[in-house]
């Protein structure tokens, strides 16, 4: 009797520690696809980067020679399209500010949250209420 008592706690501690390892085996796969998933995120977001930087770079080059053709075709003064150009600096400065100011929206905000379980309801002011509205 004590060897059969025995024998099936061995059995069932066998059964918890398969149980043990075949988790932690999942734990190990759940985690390895995680950090694919980030360092796929991380590179991503690196292209994407670059294409944004790519791009900002394109319209630059672009404004300047605009610009280098507007002045060779209408024989501007180099000095009088700098100060236009400082001008529209300060204008894109205080733009940037603008968009770059936090949003304080209150959709944001962690607000405790009401539950109707939590809320008292008194009978004696709903049936004042009912009789007012009837009335």
Known sequence: MILRDEWKRARQER??????????TKVEEIEANRDRDICKGSR????????VSAEIQLHEVVANLDLLSEIKEHGLVVED???RLKEMEEDCKAAANLAAA???SVADLDLPQVSKDSIIV???VNSSVREEASS
């Open 15 to 24: 059964a918890v520690f398969e149980q043990v390892a075949s988790l932690r």
């Open 44 to 51: 991503a977001a690196r292209r994407e980067k670059k294409e």
């Open 81 to 83: 399209e700098i100060v």
């Open 102 to 104: 936090p949003n304080w």
């Open 122 to 124: 008194d009978e004696a």
